[in-house]
């Protein structure tokens, strides 16, 4: 029977069914929902004779055993948020299940595929995503923390983990499953407006944006707005107002793919006859390139640093968090623009803002690719998120397209070496 | 005996030792600590023969019977907010018990002379200031919203105040106050930056300044802050900063003694992932000018409207407060500049900011006047509050001289009348 992309929209109609109420997806990871949405799943793999395994960070691995080790690796996450959408993650493993079925459906395939459902990607009860990805990768370095990490209930995470089989301490022996991998692919819901505003189906993901992410915290004097004149004032909200414009110049220079984002200004004292004291900024900068990342963390800096001379006022910057680029396999992201123009007219190249398990698993050296499939309204994380169901029954032609041709290519790699 | 300028210093400091504690003063009307102050004022007074009696809005007031009925007042509040400052208030009506002594060694003047000390200024217990003073000019119009304050513990305003002997019922009654009044004087601490930065000790005042305040709320689109692509942006804070700038520029066209304030944002979601969805500003404008306030109103209103258009946003104004601007009387400002260049080099004219019971007495339609004293650091509603004492003596004699030219002013009009 060849491939049914139809059956993926039933059956991600009938896991939300299942596994979702009236206010969207509930499959938070290291719950009851969850395990069940993990049962259903291993139900619909059991047909294609793919071994089941889990690992020690409670990823849910499908093994077709092929001609040769080396394998190429299928991946998503079935785990939500709360009041989450259908599509995002499922849509990755349940298109996953369809391109199995065909492959298997076929014989012995020439090399090995397996099929990967990432544990608790979304991080929405303990707040730590890619959970079981970054264990895989052996790029989990904060056990430490989680240790002491509790939800919002008190309940400790590696107490949540042992009830569902995983132990904290071990989770790193999943670094084993990616050994023999030679690919890595993953679909996934676009979660932006790009593909929608060119009016495509589908795109190739370049690789994952890197982050630069600030607390800049603008310190001037609070004054009494009745009787200060506007020339004695030193006001913090003039830094924080002028860094939020200045950003979306830095990021216009620094051209396409350049994202700068201030997310949220606190005002203090915050209240109308005070001119503003503190004003702390969150700054969110992306690129997909590590210099011009670097470049417009810089310039925001010395756009900040020329405010206090201006304003006389004081700036500290303080970074949250960062991470660098991950690029894609250059070989795949052609493999899959071949692949999308394959089953539409059209493809085209895009970053990832968002970080997914694919940045774990090319983190860890995996040649890796993602195709995106437009969303509508760029919406996730609600359950307003949705893709039209053409579309998402084109993702899933694309992905068994490239999924043929990186078994492909990772055969005839194997023959050559 | 003449004048003892140094007396007030010295009583000033008496009282901050008898009703303060190390966080500042704690005069909180409505409070025993309040209480044992008046009682203070009371002892201070007693020596001058002046009459006490308490209106029916809990205002105190010091007769001294003249030879007319035609009254000049001096007044001022002996209450503080909680950590405050020994001057704000205080200075007013110490200074005047000082004057009333040197008018009552002198006989029994040509006109009454009365010093009021005003109930509740600060409203700082149940958030309504100006309480006495516009009892008292009848302006007084939210009792029914009054009988429903509480203060943070709970009890309602009209229960704190009839255990001070006060019936929110009839508080207007204190009306019949100013019957007689045919002048008012106040001094008062600037609160504000400009006499220090003039090196002066002693300003007139022109009148409290008009007040428009406003909450503005840009309304866009929370979006990814990695999946967005600039020009996808609909960014609520950009609205917020670009008028927070604009008002600046506002201010600055309209020339000397506007001022504009935007005092607070609160960004939603706030979050360092999200663009803004809304931002909420408070904003406030302040002119002496009726018209110009009106202006620079409709200028920022007109710059709120171009970035809905230049953004993709939405924006809504909603009035929080405004007030008209409140100008004192001419003839009493050039007695005023007279008397202070009398004690000092140099005289400035200047707006408050800071509302002040004077400005309620002048809507009542008496003649009124205020003289600014130098604050340091335009600091005030703290303990770092200050004044240097060799300016509070200048003040103090400055407020004699416009007294004794007030008095003469009134007899002679009254002669002539």
């Known amino acids: 029977m060849p491939l049914q992309p139809r059956r993926t929209v039933d059956e991600l109609r009938e896991l939300q069914e299942s596994t979702g109420d009236e206010n969207g997806a509930q499959r938070v990871a290291w719950t009851e929902t969850w395990e069940r949405a993990r049962e259903w799943l291993r139900g619909k793999v059991a047909g294609t004779g793919a071994e089941e395994t889990v690992d020690a960070a409670g990823n849910q691995w499908f093994t077709l055993r092929g001609a040769s080790d080396r394998a190429v690796l299928i991946g998503g996450h079935i785990d939500s948020v709360p009041n989450g959408g259908w599509l995002d993650g499922a849509l990755n493993v349940v298109a996953g299940v369809e391109v199995l079925r065909r492959i298997a459906e076929e014989g012995k395939p020439p090399v090995t595929v397996r099929l990967v459902n990432w544990a608790d990607e979304e991080g929405a009860r303990f707040g730590r995503s890619l959970f079981g990805s970054s264990a895989a990768a052996g790029s989990m370095a904060d056990q430490e923390e989680l240790r002491a990490r509790k939800d919002a209930a008190g309940i400790a995470l590696p107490d949540a983990l042992r009830q569902h089989g995983v132990d904290l301490d071990s989770a ?246």
């Not at 593909?195 to 495509?200: K, Q, T």
């Not at 414009?245 to 949220?264: D, F, H, N, Q, Y």
């Not at 999308?340 to 090319?362: K, M």
Request: net charge negative.
């Open 172 to 417: 790193l022996d999943a670094r084993s499953e990616l050994a023999g991998a030679s690919a890595y692919l993953e679909l996934h819901i676009e979660q932006g407006p790009v593909l929608e505003s060119l009016d495509l189906p589908l795109g190739v993901v370049l690789g994952t944006f890197g982050v630069e992410r600030h607390q800049v915290t603008f310190r001037g004097q609070a004054a009494h707005a009745g009787s200060t004149p506007m020339d004695k004032r030193r006001d913090a909200l003039a830094g924080a107002a002028r860094l939020e414009l200045e950003i979306r110049e830095i990021a216009k220079r620094t051209g396409a793919g350049a994202v700068c984002t201030m997310g949220g200004v606190v005002t203090k004292p915050g209240i109308v006859t005070s001119v503003v004291e503190t004003a702390e900024c969150l700054l969110d900068q992306r690129h997909l390139d590590a210099a011009k990342l670097a470049g417009m963390l810089d310039e925001a800096k010395r756009a900040s640093e020329q405010y206090t001379r201006d304003e006389d006022i004081e700036v500290e910057w303080e970074r949250i968090w960062n991470i660098e680029p991950i690029l894609f396999d250059e070989g795949l992201i052609e493999l899959a623009e071949e692949s999308i123009r394959e089953v539409t007219s059209d493809s085209h190249r895009l970053p990832s803002g968002p970080l997914h398990d694919a940045a774990e698993v090319a983190r860890a050296g995996v040649p890796t690719v993602m195709l995106f499939v437009q969303s509508l309204r760029g919406l996730s994380h609600t359950k307003l998120e949705d893709t039209r169901e053409e579309h998402l029954e084109l993702a899933v032609q694309a992905l068994d397209e490239l999924a043929s041709k990186t078994i492909e290519r990772v055969r005839s790699a194997g023959e050559a070496g």
